[in-house]
């Protein structure tokens, strides 16, 4: 049994059918493409958002930098190295001053030093004779034989630079007869260095 023949007629109303239909689907797909992309591809969007982000933060800082003239920079500079020397020169007044106080302080007691000294900075060899408060006798042996006395000692002092005394310190009795024995000796002679302790030798 052979079917029944389709018109032509309803032919034409299908394929009408069919491009409306597809029509209403392209106008869909293309009104909403972002959001599709997005749907299948979420890394995407992150990923340029970032790239913005980072992009916007580099060129503010670019911007900042740029906005600082050399002037600025070379000002800073300038006062950073005033601040340095202010500091420096500081540390060196208070170091002067010190200095100075100290040698305030000391300058009498170098002043008597080189005085004490003055002839012993002159002198070529000083000869030193340990010698006892018992010992008169051997030092006037000493007197007559080989050592000068007198304006010959102090000649030999001045002239060859040799200066010749008799070692002594004091008794244990300071000021007592041994020491007056030996200040009146001193006196006659003047070939006598006292010297400020016990003394302890007795030959």
């Known amino acids: 049994m052979r079917g029944k023949s389709v018109s032509g007629k309803a032919i034409f ?13 392209t ?3 293309w009104t909403q493409p972002s959001s599709t992309r997005e749907a299948h591809f979420p890394i995407i969007p992150n990923h340029v958002n970032r790239r913005e982000a980072v992009t916007q933060n580099c ?10 003239s050399g002037d600025d920079l070379i000002m800073g500079e300038v006062t950073k190295t005033h601040q340095a020397i202010k500091s420096l020169s500081r540390t060196i007044s208070t170091l002067e001053m010190e200095l ?5 302080q000391r300058g009498g007691q170098f002043s008597l030093e080189r005085a004490s000294n003055h002839s012993l900075q002159k002198a070529f060899v000083v000869i030193g004779i340990n010698t006892a408060f018992s010992s008169k006798k051997r030092r006037d042996s000493v007197r007559e034989t080989w050592m000068p006395t ?11 630079g040799i200066v010749i005394r008799f070692v002594i310190g004091h008794s244990a009795t300071k000021g007592g007869l041994l020491d007056k024995a030996i200040d009146a000796e001193d006196e006659e002679h003047k070939d006598f260095l006292r010297l ?4 302890g030798y007795h030959r």
């Open 27 to 29: 106008s869909r797909t």
């Open 150 to 160: 007198g304006d010959n000692l102090k000649k030999l002092e001045k002239e060859k």
């Open 196 to 199: 400020n302790h016990v003394e």
């Open 100 to 104: 100075a106080s100290r040698t305030t």
């Open 13 to 25: 109303v299908l394929c009408f059918a069919c491009f409306l239909a597809g029509s209403l689907f």
């Open 59 to 68: 060129e503010h800082k670019r911007k900042l930098v740029e906005g600082k």
